[in-house]
């Protein structure tokens, strides 16, 4: 009876044995803890500075970092004023002063005393030369369109002659090119042009004026049209104002009698 009983007791131990082993985890060994070593690159040796990052594909070897030079040297685009001065009240066929300024912002200036403006922003690089041709319909325009001269940072203004030959609102405007060479070559980049325009006013009273012409021409061809009516019209009329004057004055009717007699003729017919 002992046998078996010492057997079972071995073989109960060995079960609870493994059991207790099989539900605590191996605790990891302290190098198992270490984080992994850090490892810096170090500068590429001289003379290899083209040296490829290790995971980069070709194509991005060239892309530039932000905040980086770039690898060729290139001018950012460049802000230009373009200001165009003029009168705004004209008189028709008289001479006057037409200004076309390009500066730098940090050298604009406010127009001339008596001049409106009207201004325009144009971005280029590598501006050398300015190149104006004023449009202006209903004007005479001297010269009409200025030569390719070099252009100053604290400003190129370029001054035409306008004379107005029409009444009216008109605008007055000016195209303007900024460009790098005097031959107008160069990249694309490096040109730039735009359109400013002023409204001004020709004789301030030139619409009223033109519509009472209008006016008066329609009702000059509907007398030429209708006179014998019209003084039929006119002479009838003054004729009904005689008549009343005179009855006023003289106390006697269209018809010959008097005022009195109808008085007298009507007190006859009460009594």
């Known amino acids: 009876m002992k046998k ?72 950012d685009p460049e ?4 200001d165009l001065d003029v009168v705004p009240d004209m008189k028709k066929d008289k001479e006057y002063l037409m200004q076309v300024k390009v500066v730098l912002p940090k050298y ?34 001297d010269p009409a369109e200025s030569k390719i001269i070099e252009f100053d940072p604290t400003g190129t203004e370029v ?47 030139g619409i009223i004026e033109g519509g009472l012409k209008d006016l008066f021409g329609v009702v000059w061809k509907i007398f030429k049209n209708y006179w014998p009516a019209f003084v039929t019209l006119v002479f009838g009329a003054l004729l009904f104002v005689a008549r009343k004057y005179i009855k006023k004055k003289t106390g006697y009717g269209g018809d010959g009698e008097s005022e009195e007699s109808v008085a007298e003729e009507s007190e006859n017919a009460d009594e």
């Open 79 to 82: 802000q230009y004023n373009v």
């Open 159 to 205: 001054q035409f002659k306008i004379t107005p030959r029409e009444k009216g609102p008109k605008m007055i405007s000016a195209e303007v090119e900024l460009l790098e060479n005097a031959d107008g070559s160069g990249d694309v980049k490096s040109k730039s042009s735009g359109q400013v325009s002023v409204i001004v006013k020709v004789d301030g009273w």
């Open 4 to 75: 078996p009983v010492l057997l079972f007791s071995i073989i109960l131990s060995l079960a609870v044995g493994c059991l207790v082993v099989g539900c605590n985890p191996k605790e990891p060994k302290e190098e198992e803890l270490k984080a992994p070593p850090v490892v810096y690159q170090s500068p590429p040796p001289e003379g290899e500075d083209n040296i490829p990052i290790v995971g980069s594909s070709p194509e991005d070897d060239d892309i530039p970092i932000v905040g980086a030079a770039p690898s060729e040297p290139g001018i």
């Open 108 to 141: 604009e200036t406010e127009p001339s005393p008596g001049m409106v403006r009207g201004s325009k922003v144009l971005y280029a690089e590598a501006v050398n030369y300015v190149h104006v041709t004023p449009i202006a319909p209903g004007f005479d325009i």
